[in-house]
């Protein structure tokens, strides 16, 4: 009959149980950390998105200019004036509009110095988060609401 001697090395079950269930625990931590990176994202564009509606018309009644917003489907881009910032569009999110000013297939919101705009209503959506922001023709005031599904 074989004695069991202490002073062997090597682990007991227990050990790697205990190290299995840590290994677990932190892939599974990584795992919902990526996955809500996307849905950052797409709140933080939709955000971003706002805030160049404003920034437009905000900048042409201070200049009394007008100042265009295109949206590029295509391109998946948006720009203030057809600037050289242009904002990526991210893969996830899908834009769709029940105006659209020109036949190329771009959205352009207008607005112009004395606060009016083309006016606009849009949707953002993607699996995460449903926006429906709309451009007052009259005032060119901007509002986004969550749309529940």
Avoid: C, H, W
Wanted: glycine residues 4%; hydrophobic residues 45%.
């Amino acid at each position: 009959m074989r004695r069991f001697n202490f002073s062997e090395k090597g682990f007991t079950l227990i050990e790697l149980i205990v190290v299995m269930l840590i290994i677990g625990f932190s892939s599974s931590l990584v795992f919902l950390n990526f996955k809500s990176n996307s849905d950052v994202d797409d709140k933080r564009f939709a955000l971003y998105f706002v805030r160049i509606l404003e920034k437009a018309r905000v900048k042409s009644i201070v200049e009394d200019k007008v100042y265009t917003v295109v949206i590029d489907p295509d391109e998946r881009v948006v720009s203030l004036d057809n600037s050289s910032e242009r904002v990526p569009i991210p893969k996830t999110i899908t834009i769709t509009a029940i105006k659209i000013i020109d036949n190329d297939g771009k959205f352009y919101i207008y607005f112009y110095g004395n606060g009016s705009s083309t006016g606009m209503n849009l949707n953002l959506y993607s699996e995460k988060i449903s926006k429906k922001i709309l451009v007052n023709q009259a005032t060119g005031l901007i509002k986004s609401m969550d749309i529940v599904i």
